[in-house]
């Protein structure tokens, strides 16, 4: 399975999608992944959104906190992130860094007019904010040595299951488009994979083999993504007595992920080849759609509970997957006429439905509010109820995908309670900020013994005054992936590569109150 941070299996993506439940199943999950959102003030205290009020962020995090503006206001986050990652793969470690910049928040909060005290219900406001909820940028590279094999034995096995002739699987290429029904055609085209002779004839066929079978190989991944999964939300909020806040939203998401993967191997003292790669190019879009409702309460002046409902986004998605084979040549008797051949690119409609989600929280007030508060979050994430269906296929292979996909949603992923906490401290107009998160592990067992859970660790500077805000957070953690660029039936004969990231987020808030 794959996701924005642990992919495993990528390279194989090529091919119908039906019957590839564990890959659809990796792509609900990378795409409903959220980690922290909102604005610097919410960044830097945890990502807490439950009990708090007065933040453009409350439109989408609980929007009964729209109920608690008395002005209207517009603000805008630019983020920024910084990824260190270190690869660790057949014995070699391999560092690279990357910084990407993106807008994480923007939003407009139009408060009505304060209506009479004589009336219950004392203040409404309207919120319109745009928030990248789940970013997908992502980059790292390793390299090895490996001794037991090379991807091209993929290709191998592919044919050898196949079971066709040298003459059909050239039936599988076309020569005018320069394109191959599926990898192992791509190859045999490049005759990195070659036919025994089945008779005294020139007809060929399995067992395959390949050339410099023996000769080690030094195998280089490099891979890079970009994307994001953000929302638009207009959110509504009342205030009923300055104690209860009611708010409902509807939130209108985006998705957009694209990526790159470069493998590469080098056969060190071949006599045929020099080098050969699979290059895949992946590109996804889709629009969706949700509502949330939410309440704050407040039982006294210093202590409010907070409560919200987040319904699955439900989603329409289209993918392109995109794959070449290169090889280049050492042997100048290799009749190789193409140094690059194509697979035939598949595309897929399907619909994405993502976890519900449902927050509870409480926020209290020190010295009345003018010391500062403390907030807690529990954040529930139904990870076992995303679904993937889709409708290219008969009614019965619809079924058939949707049940498979779901069996490994079921066997793979768990439901679990993010934990949230954070504090501010204010002195004049300063704000001091800090929060953690604590994110478990939705993996029911783990891949390669790695634990996925994360840490969050943020603070923040904030200044206020009556015309103008100004925010500042950071957050950072770490994390543990795992990325397997092949596999074979004897798992010893294939490694996975070990990625250790640290991520660090920096985000600005600046607002102006009118």
Same mark, same amino acid.
Request: hydrophobic share 35%.
């Given at each position: 399975?794959?996701?924005?941070?642990?992919?495993?299996?990528?390279?194989?993506?090529?091919? *119908?999608?039906?019957?590839?439940?564990?890959?659809?199943?990796?792509?609900?999950?990378?795409?409903?992944?959220?980690?922290?959102?909102?604005?610097?003030?919410?960044?830097?205290?945890?990502?807490?959104?439950?009990?708090?009020?007065?933040?453009?962020?409350? *439109?989408?995090?609980?929007?009964? &906190?729209?109920?608690?503006?008395?002005?209207?206001?517009?603000?805008?986050?630019?983020?920024?992130?910084?990824?260190?990652?270190?690869?660790?793969?057949?014995?070699?470690?391999?560092?690279?860094?990357? *910084?990407?910049?993106?807008?994480?928040?923007?939003?407009?909060?139009?408060? &009505?007019?304060?209506?009479?005290?004589?009336?219950?219900?004392?203040?409404?406001?309207?919120?319109?904010?745009?928030?990248?909820?789940?970013?997908?940028?992502?980059?790292?590279?390793?390299?090895?040595?490996?001794?037991?094999?090379?991807?091209?034995?993929?290709?191998?096995?592919?044919?050898?299951?196949?079971?066709?002739?040298?003459?059909?699987?050239?039936?599988?290429?076309?020569?005018?488009?320069?394109?191959?029904?599926?990898?192992?055609?791509?190859?045999?085209?490049?005759?990195?994979?070659?036919?025994?002779?089945?008779?005294?004839?020139?007809?060929?066929?399995?067992?395959?083999?390949?050339?410099?079978?023996?000769?080690?190989?030094?195998?280089?991944?490099?891979?890079?993504?970009?994307?994001?999964?953000?929302?638009?939300?207009?959110?509504?909020?009342?205030?009923?007595?300055?104690?209860?806040?009611? &708010?409902?939203?509807?939130?209108?998401?985006?998705?957009?992920?694209?990526?790159?993967?470069?493998?590469?191997?080098?056969?060190?003292?071949?006599?045929?080849?020099?080098?050969?790669?699979?290059?895949?190019?992946?590109?996804?879009?889709?629009?969706?759609?949700?509502?949330?409702? &939410?309440?704050?309460?407040?039982?006294?002046?210093?202590?409010?509970?907070?409560?919200?409902?987040?319904?699955?986004?439900?989603?329409?998605?289209?993918?392109?997957?995109?794959?070449?084979?290169?090889?280049?040549?050492?042997?100048?008797?290799?009749?190789?006429?193409?140094?690059?051949?194509?697979?035939?690119?598949?595309?897929?409609?399907?619909?994405?439905?993502?976890?519900?989600?449902?927050?509870?929280?409480?926020?209290?007030?020190?010295?009345?509010?003018?010391?500062?508060?403390?907030?807690?979050?529990?954040?529930?994430?139904?990870?076992?109820?995303?679904?993937?269906?889709?409708?290219?296929?008969?009614?019965?292979?619809?079924?058939?995908?949707?049940?498979?996909?779901?069996?490994?949603?079921?066997? *793979?992923?768990?439901?679990?309670?993010?934990?949230?906490?954070?504090?501010?401290?204010?002195?004049?107009?300063?704000?001091?900020?800090?929060?953690?998160?604590?994110?478990?592990?939705?993996?029911?067992?783990?891949?390669?013994?790695?634990?996925?859970?994360?840490?969050?660790?943020?603070?923040?500077?904030?200044?206020?005054?009556?015309?103008?805000?100004?925010?500042?957070?950071?957050?950072?953690?770490?994390?543990?992936?795992?990325?397997?660029?092949?596999?074979?039936?004897?798992?010893?004969?294939?490694?996975?590569?070990?990625?250790?990231?640290?991520?660090?987020?920096?985000?600005?808030?600046?607002?102006?109150?009118?």
């Amino acid at each position: 399975m794959k996701n924005s941070i642990c992919i495993v299996g990528l390279l194989l993506y090529a091919g *119908t999608a039906f019957g590839q439940a564990d890959i659809y199943a990796g792509d609900a999950f990378r795409y409903s992944e959220v980690n922290q959102t909102g604005t610097a003030r919410m960044r830097g205290l945890g990502g807490n959104h439950a009990s708090l009020g007065g933040d453009a962020s409350s *439109t989408f995090g609980n929007p009964a &906190g729209l109920g608690f503006y008395n002005r209207s206001e517009i603000s805008l986050s630019p983020s920024f992130n910084l990824l260190n990652s270190q690869a660790t793969y057949l014995g070699n470690l391999t560092t690279n860094n990357t *910084t990407k910049g993106n807008i994480s928040q923007f939003g407009v909060v139009l408060a &009505g007019n304060k209506q009479n005290e004589n009336r219950r219900w004392r203040r409404t406001a309207l919120g319109i904010t745009y928030s990248r909820h789940v970013n997908l940028n992502n980059s790292f590279q390793f390299q090895g040595r490996n001794n037991r094999s090379s991807i091209v034995d993929t290709y191998i096995v592919d044919a050898n299951n196949r079971n066709l002739t040298g003459d059909q699987i050239n039936n599988a290429y076309n020569q005018n488009t320069n394109e191959a029904d599926f990898p192992s055609a791509a190859a045999y085209q490049l005759f990195l994979i070659n036919g025994s002779p089945t008779s005294n004839t020139a007809v060929t066929g399995p067992p395959y083999f390949r050339y410099d079978a023996t000769a080690p190989t030094q195998q280089l991944n490099t891979f890079e993504s970009s994307g994001s999964n953000s929302q638009w939300t207009i959110g509504y909020a009342g205030n009923l007595d300055d104690k209860l806040y009611i &708010g409902a939203s509807l939130g209108i998401s985006r998705l957009r992920y694209d990526f790159e993967n470069v493998y590469k191997e080098t056969v060190i003292g071949g006599a045929v080849f020099d080098n050969y790669s699979q290059i895949d190019n992946f590109s996804v879009t889709g629009t969706g759609i949700n509502a949330s409702l &939410g309440i704050i309460y407040k039982p006294d002046r210093n202590l409010q509970v907070g409560a919200s409902l987040t319904t699955p986004t439900f989603t329409s998605v289209k993918e392109s997957f995109e794959q070449s084979l290169r090889a280049v040549a050492r042997d100048p008797n290799l009749p190789l006429e193409k140094g690059e051949v194509f697979v035939t690119p598949n595309n897929f409609d399907y619909s994405l439905t993502t976890p519900f989600r449902a927050s509870g929280g409480l926020t209290y007030f020190l010295g009345s509010g003018k010391i500062g508060f403390i907030t807690a979050t529990a954040d529930y994430v139904g990870y076992s109820g995303m679904r993937v269906t889709t409708n290219v296929y008969d009614a019965q292979d619809n079924t058939a995908f949707k049940n498979d996909v779901k069996r490994e949603i079921q066997g *793979t992923y768990q439901n679990v309670v993010n934990l949230r906490a954070g504090a501010e401290i204010r002195a004049g107009l300063l704000r001091i900020r800090g929060g953690v998160a604590y994110l478990p592990d939705a993996y029911k067992e783990r891949l390669n013994n790695i634990d996925r859970s994360r840490l969050l660790l943020s603070g923040g500077l904030g200044f206020r005054t009556d015309r103008f805000f100004l925010d500042g957070s950071v957050t950072y953690n770490t994390f543990k992936s795992a990325y397997t660029p092949y596999t074979l039936p004897n798992t010893s004969d294939y490694a996975s590569a070990q990625i250790d990231s640290k991520l660090t987020n920096i985000t600005l808030t600046a607002g102006v109150f009118f």
